[in-house]
């Protein structure tokens, strides 16, 4: 009796009972799953780097064209993902404030990327934004040439990325009490100051959120953006793209120092904007 007492001084918590059972269990099959499903093929990944020397490691993933590869690939998605999160709070906002003819089709519209195949979101793309396309000749004119540049990449990635952020700040600005806003309109605060003080403090971890999810998502994109990108080497080819050229080559250590790579650098990023996302969250519960 004298050593459970012991034990129950030093682990306190064990003698409280949890409400819902199978705590156990449950904890058991999300750690299996997770295992199959994440740790153990990122783990494979890693092991598989190990054929390769430090240099041999260190020459595949700093070669020019991987260089050229890494800056198009992280570059094109974070423009793509600051531009989804500017318009994606737009639409998320105009979706959930004002009625209009043909919201419930608008609202249909923005889950269309996640329906649609890769390739298919490709070739429409292109078709749109090519040369002679519908919106392509246009742009033509204007002197800007959208298909087979950086800047068609960054188009087919805001076309991906763009329901994680509306349908991140949605769930949120429904939830969001109007008394406040018309309690400090009635008190005789200007729009700016409402926007600025109320809305956008609410709905900006969100906004980080659907950031991150848009940049990770967008970050290892290939089938919509290989066939409007023009593929060339050290002008737009993206990182994917040259993790499947690699393979064809039957490269596989060169292809996995170059997912390696990415990896890691998904992981930091994606940790510093949650680590900022939970700064913000705890600098609001103070206030």
Same mark, same amino acid.
């Given at each position: 009796?004298? !050593?459970?007492?012991?034990?129950?001084?030093?682990?306190? @918590?064990?003698?409280?009972?949890?409400?819902?059972?199978?705590?156990? *269990?449950?904890?058991?099959?999300?750690?299996?799953?997770?295992?199959?499903?994440?740790?153990?093929?990122?783990?494979?990944?890693?092991?598989?780097?190990?054929?390769?020397?430090?240099? =041999?490691?260190?020459?595949?993933?700093?070669?020019?064209? /991987?260089?050229?590869?890494?800056?198009?690939?992280?570059?094109?998605?974070?423009?793509?993902?600051?531009?989804?999160?500017?318009?994606?709070?737009?639409?998320?906002?105009? !979706?959930?404030?004002?009625?209009?003819?043909?919201?419930?089709?608008?609202?249909?519209?923005?889950?269309?990327?996640?329906?649609?195949?890769?390739? /298919?979101?490709?070739?429409?793309?292109?078709?749109?934004?090519?040369?002679?396309?519908?919106?392509? =000749?246009?742009?033509?004119?204007?002197?800007?040439?959208?298909?087979?540049?950086?800047?068609?990449?960054?188009?087919?990635?805001?076309?991906?990325? !763009?329901?994680?952020?509306?349908?991140?700040? @949605?769930?949120? *600005?429904?939830?969001? $009490?109007?008394?406040?806003?018309?309690?400090?309109?009635?008190?005789?605060?200007?729009?700016?100051?409402?926007?600025?003080?109320?809305?956008?403090?609410?709905?900006?971890?969100?906004?980080?959120?659907?950031?991150?999810?848009?940049?990770?998502?967008?970050?290892? $994109?290939?089938?919509?953006?290989?066939?409007?990108?023009?593929?060339?080497?050290?002008?737009?080819?993206?990182?994917?793209?040259?993790?499947?050229?690699?393979? $064809?080559?039957?490269?596989?250590?060169?292809?996995?120092?170059?997912?390696?790579?990415?990896?890691?650098?998904?992981?930091?990023?994606?940790?510093?904007?949650?680590?900022? @996302?939970?700064?913000?969250?705890?600098?609001?519960?103070?206030?």
């Amino acid at each position: 009796m004298a !050593l459970v007492k012991a034990i129950e001084n030093i682990f306190p @918590q064990s003698r409280k009972r949890r409400v819902l059972p199978g705590f156990g *269990l449950s904890l058991g099959f999300t750690v299996f799953y997770l295992s199959l499903i994440v740790l153990i093929p990122v783990s494979t990944l890693f092991l598989k780097t190990f054929d390769l020397t430090w240099s =041999q490691f260190y020459g595949s993933i700093t070669s020019a064209r /991987v260089l050229a590869s890494f800056r198009l690939s992280f570059g094109t998605a974070f423009a793509a993902a600051i531009v989804n999160i500017i318009f994606g709070v737009l639409l998320a906002w105009t !979706l959930v404030r004002y009625d209009f003819p043909g919201k419930r089709m608008v609202d249909a519209f923005v889950d269309l990327p996640f329906a649609l195949p890769t390739a /298919v979101a490709g070739i429409t793309l292109t078709t749109l934004y090519a040369g002679n396309g519908w919106f392509g =000749q246009y742009f033509e004119v204007l002197g800007i040439k959208v298909d087979y540049t950086p800047l068609g990449i960054t188009v087919a990635l805001i076309f991906i990325g !763009l329901p994680f952020v509306v349908r991140t700040v @949605q769930p949120v *600005l429904e939830a969001m $009490e109007l008394d406040v806003e018309e309690a400090a309109a009635s008190l005789g605060a200007h729009r700016w100051y409402i926007i600025s003080r109320i809305i956008l403090p609410t709905i900006r971890p969100a906004a980080l959120t659907g950031f991150a999810l848009a940049f990770a998502r967008t970050l290892g $994109e290939y089938g919509s953006v290989v066939f409007i990108a023009g593929n060339m080497p050290m002008k737009t080819e993206i990182s994917t793209l040259l993790i499947v050229t690699r393979l $064809e080559q039957y490269d596989y250590p060169g292809a996995t120092a170059i997912a390696v790579t990415m990896l890691v650098a998904s992981f930091i990023l994606l940790l510093v904007i949650n680590m900022l @996302q939970a700064s913000i969250n705890k600098k609001a519960s103070s206030v």
